[in-house]
């Protein structure tokens, strides 16, 4: 799994500096290999065993699964695998069909004795029919019914198109969502994707809004064409929709007195972006992007679009934006960055902005963040810190990850800053 970083945080201008973001890149790369790979979640029955469930074995216990099997599209054929499964009292809380071209997908929401292993539900099912069986370990959310939830989703994402790909994220369950954007200078990026989009087993693609590509994979589990067609249907709402972010603002009073905003951005923020840019000195793109800047066009539009995760602004009380700071939706991972114009920084505005994206990112789900950075970027460093999370240190070359593990959602207050309000 190879993230394009150059998507994100590389701008070449020469071949010099081609060369210093190879190594960069080698020595990223080097760390994803080592950290990250695919595997399948591990309630899986093709997986370790789950580590044990406290008071799991307790008499009078029990336990939540999610269960997918194939069964033949024939009468009586559900009739069986219901009453095997109660054969070892486990009940069946709700269920959904997925009609295949053969056979029917049935997927169910179970509860069973503390005591009985998925190995064990899995074999009752294989003896009674099932094939293609896949269960894992299920939570209280699960026990909200499928139109509720999917409303749910397509709420979130009327009135923030940013949410669109964490909506696919827990409509879908475990997967990865990559968008690859339109052409530089119009055009689509479909790739041979028709209108409709393309289901492949494990890989579903969609056309973006925007002329790009949605690609979600799944590897341990096949898509359904059920899946897919609630998965296309949220896409065209975010389409027919069109741009939009929330509107709330927070007005926040520093230290020494000056007020500065917080609120979302995106892409009609461009040329408000490309003009801190200018401002900024080399030091500062340097500590931020890792390299030389050059085409802003290509990389600002990148980093405000919705498409590819959220941004928040900082300016002024006149107007002027100083700071921004992305989350970026990367895969199955999500990134931090910030950027604060050299006049306003060391007052706080960068720790403010990647506490706020932190917070929404457990918000949103995510299990960790990380930040790219250079050894040498101690404000970078300190703002990490100042998160009070857990953290993990990774550096190859001079290139810094910094991956924060998140629990509870971190507090977005201005204690450093002074006072805020909403609007």
């Avoid at 701008?11 to 695919?38: G, V, Y």
């Avoid at 289901?199 to 590509?213: H, I, K, N, Q, S």
């Avoid at 590897?219 to 509107?247: I, K, N, Q, S």
């Avoid at 030389?292 to 006149?318: C, E, I, K, M, W």
């Amino acid at each position: 799994m190879t993230r394009k970083v150059t998507e994100v945080t590389n701008l070449k201008n020469d071949c010099r500096s081609a060369t210093s973001w190879q190594r960069i890149t080698a020595a990223f790369n080097t760390w994803r290999t080592r950290r990250h790979e695919h595997a399948p979640p591990t309630g899986d029955t093709e997986s370790p065993a789950p580590e044990p469930v406290p008071g799991a074995n307790t008499p009078g216990a029990s336990t939540l699964w999610r269960m997918r099997t194939t069964v033949k599209d024939e009468p009586g054929s559900l009739a069986v695998l219901c009453t095997a499964l109660a054969g070892h009292r486990v009940d069946i809380l709700s269920l959904q069909t997925h009609p295949l071209a053969e056979g029917t997908v049935d997927e169910f929401l179970l509860r069973a004795p503390g005591e009985l292993p998925a190995s064990a539900i899995a074999t009752a099912v294989r003896t009674a029919g099932g094939t293609d069986t896949w269960i894992e370990r299920a939570d209280a959310h699960d026990l909200v019914d499928a139109p509720t939830r999917i409303l749910g989703l397509a709420a979130r994402t009327a009135l923030d198109a940013a949410e669109l790909p964490l909506a696919l994220r827990q409509l879908l369950g475990r997967c990865t969502i990559r968008s690859q954007p339109a052409p530089v200078g119009g055009g689509r990026a479909s790739g041979g994707v028709p209108v409709e989009g393309a289901l492949d087993d494990t890989v579903m693609r969609l056309r973006a809004p925007e002329g790009g590509v949605i690609t979600v994979e799944r590897p341990y589990l096949p898509f359904t064409p059920t899946e897919f067609a609630r998965a296309r249907a949220l896409v065209e709402l975010d389409a027919r929709l069109g741009p939009r972010v929330p509107h709330s603002r927070d007005v926040l009073t520093l230290a020494e007195g000056s007020d500065i905003t917080v609120r979302r951005a995106d892409t009609r923020d461009l040329e408000a972006a490309r003009a801190m840019h200018e401002r900024c000195s080399d030091r500062t793109l340097k500590l931020r992007y890792h390299g030389p800047v050059g085409d802003a066009d290509r990389y600002l539009n990148h980093l405000l679009s919705p498409r590819f995760g959220r941004t928040l602004a900082v300016q002024t009380a006149s107007g002027r934006l100083v700071g921004l700071g992305h989350l970026l939706w990367d895969g199955d991972e999500t990134e931090v960055a910030v950027i604060v114009e050299d006049a306003w920084q060391r007052r706080g505005v960068g720790a403010e902005l990647l506490s706020r994206l932190v917070a929404m990112a457990a918000e949103g789900g995510c299990r960790s963040v990380y930040a790219v950075t250079q050894a040498s970027n101690t404000g970078m460093v300190a703002a990490m810190r100042g998160l009070g999370l857990p953290l993990d240190y990774q550096i190859e070359e001079g290139t810094l990850v910094i991956t924060a593990r998140l629990g509870e959602p971190v507090s977005t207050g201005a204690g450093e800053l002074g006072s805020a309000s909403a609007s």
